[in-house]
């Protein structure tokens, strides 16, 4: 199970933090992916922290949000944080945190588990 939390809103400029905690089996050996779906539109990728393999995690990050937004890992915690800043109207969506264990972890579909979602609504 995957519970998001820390959505909210907040002006353009301004930054937000997004936690997601697991529960019933260790991330640890998940891609953890965070992506977002804005009203009428599909749910899109914003990052993950891909397991790569033993103890190496990598983040990867869509181009509209590389330099802005970084992805947190914390195994023995078992959540995963998507920091957020220099939010732009545009960041205005219900955010969602999965979890995968397929290689397809750019593509929603790639996903077995998913949290909840949380607003995040960005002023301008």
């Known amino acids: 199970q995957l519970v998001e939390s820390g959505g909210g809103l907040v002006q353009a400029g301004g930054s937000l933090r997004l936690s997601c905690a697991a529960s019933g089996r260790p991330i640890s050996r998940y891609h953890m992916g965070w992506f977002r779906q804005a009203p009428g539109k599909e749910r899109e990728f914003v990052g993950t922290s891909k397991w790569s393999g033993g103890s190496v995690y990598d983040s990867e990050y869509s181009d509209s949000v590389k330099g802005r937004f970084t992805i947190l890992r914390d195994n023995a915690k078992n959540t995963v944080t998507l920091q957020m800043n220099s939010l732009k109207p545009e960041d205005t969506a219900v955010y969602y945190c999965?979890?995968?264990?397929?290689?397809?972890?750019?593509?929603?579909?790639?996903?077995?588990?998913w949290g909840q979602g949380t607003q995040v609504t960005v002023s301008s």
């Open positions: 999965g979890a995968a264990y397929s290689t397809r972890w750019l593509h929603s579909e790639g996903y077995t588990y």
